[in-house]
């Protein structure tokens, strides 16, 4: 049985298990009950310990064919409860295995919608950023005609990127993540229209005063000339 043991030891299963057979058959020809169990029970020892070990390294195909060689043909080194443990550590293993499994799908299923989500709302992000830099251009452009035109396009922009929103809301509603992201931009978005009208407002406002002062000084000029 020692050259058993040393197969065993090495884990080298397939010559281990001839070995074993061979000391056990000849324990058996010989009629020695103790030394028969004694094989059995070594051999069921180094069963277990390599069914441990490819549960340990997930190795569940191994793991089920020693399980199944210590609980039938070596069932008598094991009580009922001792090997209704071992099939629970079997089960419990595929079942920890299968719940990640299926949490790594999850978390992949969840990126690929995610990356959808990046892919959604990247277009109205650019459009809110070319908004925010033609509203930008506009406060300092050199003259207010060219002033007013950034503006309005800042304004278009604005209204593109609120209509591409509030359908996205309609058409991925059942989207929560999405959802929830949506309504942290639009409140950002009102507040960069609401501005630039607000500077559109002042333009119009002082070009009305210069109107108004041009036409003051035009009046003062032609009634001067009268006298």
Request: proline share 1%.
């Amino acid at each position: 049985m020692r050259l058993a043991k040393f197969a065993a030891e090495n884990a080298l299963f397939e010559s281990a298990r001839t070995r074993f057979r061979a000391a056990y058959a000849l324990a058996a020809t010989a009629k020695d009950e103790a030394k028969q169990t004694e094989v059995m029970t070594v051999a069921a020892d180094y069963v277990e310990k390599f069914f441990r070990a490819s549960v340990a390294k997930r190795d569940f195909t191994n793991a089920k064919k020693m399980l199944s060689i210590l609980v039938v043909r070596l069932a008598e080194t094991r009580t009922e409860a001792q090997r209704a443990e071992l099939v629970k550590l079997l089960d419990d293993a595929q079942e920890k295995a299968r719940e990640e499994r299926k949490a790594a799908e999850d978390a992949r299923a969840e990126k690929n919608r995610d990356d959808e989500r990046v892919r959604l709302l990247k277009p109205i992000e650019a459009k809110i950023k070319e908004g925010n830099q033609d509203n930008s251009d506009g406060l300092v452009a050199k003259n207010g005609g060219t002033a007013r035109q950034q503006y309005d396009a800042a304004i278009q922009c604005y209204i593109e990127a609120y209509k591409a929103l509030t359908g996205l809301q309609k058409s991925k509603a059942d989207d929560k993540i999405l959802q929830e992201r949506i309504s942290t931009i639009i409140p950002d978005l009102y507040s960069d229209g609401i501005e630039t009208c607000m500077n559109a407002a002042s333009l119009t406002h002082d070009e009305d005063q210069l109107q108004r002062r041009a036409r003051v000084r035009q009046q003062s000029a032609q009634g001067g000339s009268q006298e």
